[in-house]
């Protein structure tokens, strides 16, 4: 996601507005990346009348258009039947409930005898 960026500089105490991306390195690690030079504030103000929310609009809107791009819409017929011999079909509905069962037959284990063994 891209940011504003509001950099007053120490030696004169003007504030230089960027565009930077965050990202995460290898690491994990938070970095950003720099996308685009704005300008000085004071320099800005002659051109808009409040340059740090003209600048925040366009950022939420890049946002925004960046989401819109990345989203895809997938469209499935509910009519269509798949067979059960299709390559590269797996069906593991079954795995959830065969887990279930196996939980609950372990408590009514314990239950019975009043001692837990558990072997990992």
Aim: proline share 2%; glycine share 6%.
């Amino acid at each position: 996601m891209l940011r504003l960026n509001k950099e007053t500089k120490k030696n004169t105490g003007r504030v230089y507005l960027t565009i930077q991306r965050g990202y995460r390195d290898e690491n994990g690690k938070s970095r950003n990346k720099h996308i685009e030079s704005i300008g000085y504030v004071d320099v800005l103000t002659k051109e808009y009348d409040d340059p740090v929310a003209h600048f925040e609009d366009i950022v939420k809107k890049r946002n925004e258009e960046e989401v819109r791009s990345k989203t895809v819409m997938i469209g499935i017929n509910t009519e269509t039947r798949i067979e059960e011999d299709t390559p590269g079909t797996k069906d593991y509905g079954h795995v959830i409930f065969s887990k279930i069962y196996c939980y609950e037959s372990f408590n009514l284990t314990c239950i019975r005898t009043r001692t837990v063994a558990v072997n990992f």
